[in-house]
């Protein structure tokens, strides 16, 4: 195995610049450190993955001992994937602490709308909502009482006479061509 001695010393100043950098206490430094420590693995298992200039696997075009180890390869697109997903979390803890940090002595607790309410203000809404809801009652009954006066009368009603019954076949009426 012959790895560049430059990709060696740039992995181990990631690594040691990342480390030190998450040993603050600022969660931007973490974050910051993280991305350097993730990118100083993925360059490890680059390193790691074989000597350079192996022929990639295409079938029948070398012997499979001349062929790249796919398995490094997929531990650096993982190892990619996992640092995105880290980060986002981290940077989603970076803006909560900042938006904690912006309410100052509040914190999470938010204003009470409600605070400077007064009884009178509050019995105003309940005698209002009751209006509302004497006044639903009310639309209900009378669409009640319409619906019981607003029965179909029984001539509009087809005579079951009417329906042309030869050879079990079930015609309109009026309509002769079902029963052929």
């Known amino acids: 195995m012959s790895a560049s001695l430059t990709l060696v010393l740039i992995m181990a100043a990631l ?5 030190y950098i998450m040993l603050e206490r600022s969660l931007t430094r973490v974050l910051i450190g993280f991305v350097l420590v993730g990118n100083a693995t993925n360059l490890l298992i680059f390193i790691m993955s074989g000597r350079p200039g192996s022929s990639p696997i295409i079938t029948g075009t070398a012997s499979d001992a001349d062929m790249v180890d796919p398995v490094p390869q997929i531990l650096m697109l993982t190892a990619i994937v996992i640092n995105f997903g880290i980060t986002a979390l981290i940077l989603a803890l970076v803006y909560r602490a900042w938006w904690l940090a912006q309410l100052g002595d509040e914190g999470d607790t938010l204003t009470d709308e ?3 309410e007064t009884a009178s ?3 105003q809404d309940f005698r209002s909502s009751t209006d509302d809801d004497a006044a639903v009652r009310a ?3 009378a669409s009640d ?3 019981a006066s607003d029965h179909d009368d029984p001539d509009d009603h087809e005579d079951p006479d009417d329906y042309d019954h030869d050879d079990g076949a079930h015609a309109r009426p009026g309509n002769t061509d079902a029963a052929r």
């Open 114 to 116: 409600h605070a400077t």
């Open 145 to 147: 009482h319409d619906d």
């Open 15 to 19: 690594y040691a610049t990342g480390v």
């Open 121 to 123: 203000s509050a019995e």
């Open 139 to 141: 639309s209900l009954d």
